[in-house]
């Protein structure tokens, strides 16, 4: 069995429209989102070296809520690391967007999609709405199939526009959610 690996970001101001990676338009005079080209990463587990190829499995991690919790907890821990390694301030963990994060990678693993979209609350800042959570910058970034979260990290770390939405400046909260092997990171500013 290859596994397959997936990753997607959006940011967006709240004062300016913005395109990222070519997911979303969001106009905050209208409030409206949509989606336009889809940009996403694929990270095939076939790996050539010399002359031989070799595939490996991607393990499970567990589904329970600890477990979530955990691998969520160590991605922003992981996220902090990061940005001190660039000189930015650390991410403080936010309980309502952590909520959200949550509500999203549950969604998209029970509902089987992988999309900024969610066919349950819409686009992420209309989720963020939902969840009550205010800010003036926003961004997510979604992964799929990565076995750890040092995993998820490494691979948003070698991806241009999801290390850029992870070493942002304008950040200030950061909340992860993570199920059935999705995974996901909102950004906020407050």
């Known amino acids: 069995m290859i596994g397959k690996m997936i990753i997607k970001r959006i940011a967006v101001t709240a004062t300016a429209a913005a395109l990222v990676a070519g997911a979303f338009v969001w ?44 691998a969520a907890a160590k991605v922003a821990k992981l996220v902090n690391e990061q940005r001190a390694k660039a000189g930015l301030k650390p991410l403080a963990v936010d309980t309502k967007l952590q909520k959200m994060a949550q509500a999203k990678a549950n969604d998209m693993a029970s509902k089987g999609y992988f999309s900024h979209t969610s066919p349950t609350y819409g686009t992420p800042f209309k989720m963020m709405n939902t969840f009550g959570i205010t800010y003036t910058y926003a961004g997510e970034n979604i992964a799929k199939g990565q076995s750890s979260a040092a995993q998820v990290m490494k691979d948003w770390m070698n991806s241009p526009g999801h290390k850029a939405n992870i070493l942002k400046k304008q950040y200030t909260h950061i909340g992860v959610g993570f199920k059935n092997g999705v995974w996901v990171q909102e950004f906020i500013r407050k």
């Open 27 to 70: 106009s905050p005079q209208t409030e409206t989102a949509h989606a336009a080209t889809t940009i996403q990463t694929t990270m095939k587990t076939t790996v050539t070296s010399g002359s031989s190829n070799f595939t490996y499995k991607t393990p499970r991690l567990g589904t329970s809520a600890a477990t979530s919790a955990a």
